[in-house]
């Protein structure tokens, strides 16, 4: 037939997809395996852990392979979760097509019934949705031992907080373990307790926060806006490391038990340590647990914050990351202000001004002569030879250096936080006259500071007027959890705070130079997973429990008739011939597109040892599938297992005797938004590749029965 011989010939597109997304299948999952990329002209390599950074990587000089990048890009422009399930479904969904082409399936059957098939998953799952809420709620409401331990993982300054009482909460948050020290070893109302005897074991489930003991009378309760959720007081849930398939085996550490008082709904019972959203997080997280306290600090401190304030309880524009290359992991915390890095003269200027309130300037561009804002017209034709003939033994620029520094001083600016690029020059010359400069500073740092300092930022430093600076800004060195100051080398971290600033900085740590991007991603991958579940008001069931209904639902779809899903489709179908393909090719385009979620969720059972081989992953998935059919509710037998925390658990698994139900969750626009783009690729690179004959001759297509799919020009 013409379309046999056509299919053998074409297509090259969806085979560059193929073999593009294979090189990301052990990204998938929680436990990714980290791959090097390795530069042939250079010998250099990279160590990458996301499809992001795999992308990025690779050179890609194929159309397939650029557009392929494209669509990884805005899924982590817009969600910065998903690019991993994005890029597997692009490989497992462009082989089921080159599958349904083999078999002489036309390309308009397998667009039309493909995008139908999707449509009707996403509207199916529907019913796995939960709203925020009742997750909390349920997390909430789960009973286990509070434990605290000492440690050093993280910590804040407790001088940079605006109340010391919220301080004194907030610093029981991060840490390592070392020795289990009691939770209420320390009073609140000492506002002299060391901080690292405050600290919380990241072993202890994710992100365990040291709950704030209310005394039995005081009847108050953290509400959320935004979401409703309301913190109750009740006991936490440990978790593990994985959102997917994930027990947990009872923890060693449980030696330590303390009873606590509080105030619950008019009942006793255990306080809840998760600060309103903490269990969420850690049910929506891959399970980093450093990454995770870090997250849950921030929450609980953002929250303190909005119970004083009436607004929203997580601002992820007031969170910043500052990487430190040279320390170990331990060190990573969380502190308020912006934390980040200057060269070693800089900081003998910090030395200066430590302890001592700063003017502080805040600059919407960059600090050099040559800049100029956005929109900003030069003369045509004209070119400026000499402006001083008096000047001439000058250097170039010196004038306009000492314009800038003699304003600077005039005004006794101390710090000054530029948006873009500062000029060398200029920063050795406000080194020497005991001016801070620092450069590439976030817009929404310089937000932060505008608030509480009453700073306006200017464009250019010829704008300068004193109404513009703000005052009571602090500069001293960071310290690590033991109280150093930690000097790099070649730079030296620095700390910048102003009381009640709303701004925290991630301080992430590592020893690894390859590794602190890694560290990083994954930082403000849990991030953006909250933000998000947030903002959706819900999230999806996890732990496989979504692709699985959408298997089951997809072979129900096979025995029933296609309903086009929109009025383009109908006119389509006015074609008999085209009708009766759609009809006659359905069952085998269903099957193509189901294989892409049978993959998926094997290869995540294989990444996660939740099965020895794909075989066993296979087998058990068709064993779920079977139960759900013959339970004729396949989303009510999906939810009863999933509540159970028997949807593709580990019969192997050296905790199975000893676990706790484990309920993990994800994010609802971002997951099915990565569906629908994986396909929308996959389907343009068919369509595109269908266009361009390289196989039969014209007459042949044209005599094919197939004809009226094509247009020749």
């Known amino acids: 037939m013409a379309f046999k011989d056509m299919n053998a010939r074409r297509h090259i597109g969806l085979q560059q997809l193929s073999s593009l997304a294979g090189a990301g299948r052990t990204l998938l999952g929680p436990i990714k395996s980290c791959k090097f990329i390795v530069d042939e002209s250079t010998n250099q390599s990279t160590l990458i852990c996301s499809a992001v950074r795999l992308i990025e990587s690779l050179d890609l000089t194929s159309a397939a392979g650029q557009l392929l990048n494209e669509t990884i890009q805005a899924q982590n422009k817009e969600f910065k979760t998903g690019m991993s399930t994005l890029l ?3 490989g497992a969904w462009s082989n089921a097509v080159l599958e349904c082409l083999q078999q002489n399936v036309p390309v308009s059957a397998i667009v039309s019934v493909m995008s139908e098939g999707l449509n009707s998953c996403c509207e199916k799952v529907r019913c796995l949705q939960m709203s925020v809420h009742d997750v909390n709620k349920e997390l909430c409401s789960s009973r286990v031992r509070p434990h605290a331990f000492k440690s050093k993982t993280c910590q804040i300054g407790c001088d940079s907080l605006a109340n010391p009482q919220i301080f004194l909460d907030f610093q029981k948050e991060i840490s390592a373990p070392e020795e289990i020290v ?9 506002e002299d307790c060391n901080f690292d005897k405050h600290l919380v074991s990241p072993l202890v489930g994710f992100g365990s926060i040291a709950p704030r003991v209310k005394p039995a009378g005081d009847k108050s309760m953290s509400l959320i806006d935004g979401s409703g959720v309301i913190t109750s007081s009740c006991n936490k849930k440990k978790l593990t490391h994985s959102r997917y398939f994930s027990t947990l085996g009872k923890s060693h550490f449980s030696s330590q038990q303390r009873d606590f008082q509080g105030y619950v709904s008019g009942q006793s019972a255990e306080p809840c340590e998760c600060y309103g959203l903490g269990h969420l997080a850690m049910a929506l997280s ?3 647990q450093t990454s995770m306290k870090l997250l849950q600090s921030i929450v609980a401190y953002q929250q303190e914050r909005a119970e004083r304030r009436g607004s929203s309880q997580f601002n992820i524009a007031e969170v910043v990351t500052c990487c430190l290359l040279g320390l170990p992991e331990s060190y990573s915390c969380v502190s308020p202000g912006f934390v980040t890095l200057v060269s070693p003269e800089q900081a003998t200027v910090i030395k200066y001004f430590e302890d001592k309130p700063l003017r502080i300037l805040l600059m919407d561009g960059d600090l050099t002569e040559q800049y100029r804002h956005l929109g900003f017209s030069r003369p045509c034709n004209v070119r400026t030879i000499l402006e001083h003939p008096g000047l001439q033994e000058d250097r170039a620029g010196d004038l306009w250096l000492r314009n800038m520094l003699g304003i600077l001083t005039s005004f006794e600016v101390n710090l000054v936080l530029v948006k873009g690029n500062v000029c060398e020059n200029l920063l050795e010359g406000c080194i020497a006259n005991s001016i801070l400069v620092i450069g590439s500073v976030a817009r929404d740092v310089l937000s932060a500071f505008r608030e509480v300092t009453g700073a306006q930022p200017v464009t250019y430093l010829t704008q300068l007027k004193a109404s513009c600076l703000g005052s009571g800004a602090q500069v001293e060195l960071w310290k690590a959890s ?7 080398g070649e730079l030296v971290p620095v700390r910048v705070k102003v009381q009640g600033i709303s701004l925290l900085t991630a301080v992430l740590t590592s020893t690894v130079a390859s590794k602190m991007q890694l560290i990083e991603d994954q930082f403000w991958t849990f991030v953006y997973r909250l933000h998000h579940a947030l903002n959706d008001g819900k999230v999806f ?10 298997l089951s639902h997809i072979q129900m779809l096979g025995d029933e008739p296609l309903q086009p899903a929109n009025k ?14 759609v009809s006659e090719y359905k069952s085998i385009v269903l099957q193509a597109l189901a294989r892409g979620w049978k993959q998926y969720l094997s290869v995540v059972m294989c990444n996660t040892a939740k099965a020895a081989s794909e075989l066993e992953a296979c087998t058990s998935i068709e064993h779920h599938l079977q139960k759900a059919a013959d339970c004729g509710f396949p989303s009510a037998y999906i939810l009863k297992e999933f509540r159970r925390g028997d949807l593709f658990r580990s019969s192997s698994s050296p905790f199975t005797d000893h676990t706790e139900v484990l309920k993990v969750y994800d994010n609802v626009t971002a997951k099915t938004e990565a569906w629908r783009r994986a396909l929308d690729l996959v389907l343009l ?6 266009e361009i004959i390289t196989g039969p001759k014209r007459n042949q297509l044209l005599n094919s029965h197939g004809s009226s799919e094509f247009m020749f020009l």
């Open 88 to 90: 597997f479904l692009v």
């Open 182 to 190: 009691p939770i209420n070893s320390c009073s609140h109302q000492d």
């Open 286 to 288: 891959y399970g980093n």
């Open 482 to 488: 033991d109280g150093r100051a930690m000097d790099l």
């Open 541 to 550: 069931l996890g732990g496989g429990a979504v692709e699985l209904l959408c």
């Open 568 to 581: 383009n489709a109908m006119r389509d179908f006015h074609n008999p011939w085209l009708a009766a393909s």
């Open 685 to 690: 690179v068919l369509q595109t590749d269908a």
